[in-house]
Nanobody, 115 residues
Framework: QVQLVESGGGLVQAGGSLRLSCAASGRTFATYTMTWFRQPPGKERERVATITWTGSNTYYLDAVKGRFTISRDNAKNTVYLQMNSLKPEDTAVYYC????????WGQGTQVTVSS
C-alpha cells in the first residue's frame, strides 16, 4: 500500500513562490512516471506537471509553462514542484500521483495565491 504525503503549500501573494514536496512510502516509485495534479475550488482535478522515471522528460500544463518546474529524487522517493510567479488562478489543492492515478490519493496541500 503506497502512501503519498504532500507538503509545502500555503498562502502567498501573487508573484511569490512555493516549493511543494510529495513523499511516497510503501514502495519505491523509481520506475513510475509521476505527476502533480491540482483541483481548484469547484473544478475538476487536472494534471499540472509530469516527470518520467529517469527525470529526463517533463511535461507541463500550458498555463504553468515557464513558471513551474517538476523534479524528483528517487533515492528519497520524493517528487517536487517549484512554483514561481504564482497567480491567483493557481489557487488549488495540489496532489501527486502516478500519471495514471494508480495509487490512493493523499490529503493534498492547499495553495492559496492572493491578488
Amino acid at each position: 500500500q503506497v502512501q503519498l504525503v504532500e507538503s509545502g503549500g500555503g498562502l502567498v501573494q501573487a508573484g511569490g513562490s512555493l516549493r511543494l514536496s510529495c513523499a511516497a512510502s510503501g514502495r519505491t516509485f523509481a520506475t513510475y512516471t509521476m505527476t502533480w495534479f491540482r483541483q481548484p475550488p469547484g473544478k475538476e482535478r487536472e494534471r499540472v506537471a509530469t516527470i518520467t522515471w529517469t527525470g529526463s522528460n517533463t511535461y507541463y500544463l500550458d498555463a504553468v509553462k515557464g513558471r513551474f518546474t517538476i523534479s524528483r529524487d528517487n533515492a528519497k522517493n520524493t517528487v517536487y514542484l517549484q512554483m514561481n510567479s504564482l497567480k491567483p488562478e493557481d489557487t488549488a489543492v495540489y496532489y501527486c500521483n502516478t500519471w495514471g492515478s494508480s495509487w490512493s490519493w493523499g490529503q493534498g496541500t492547499q495553495v492559496t495565491v492572493s491578488s
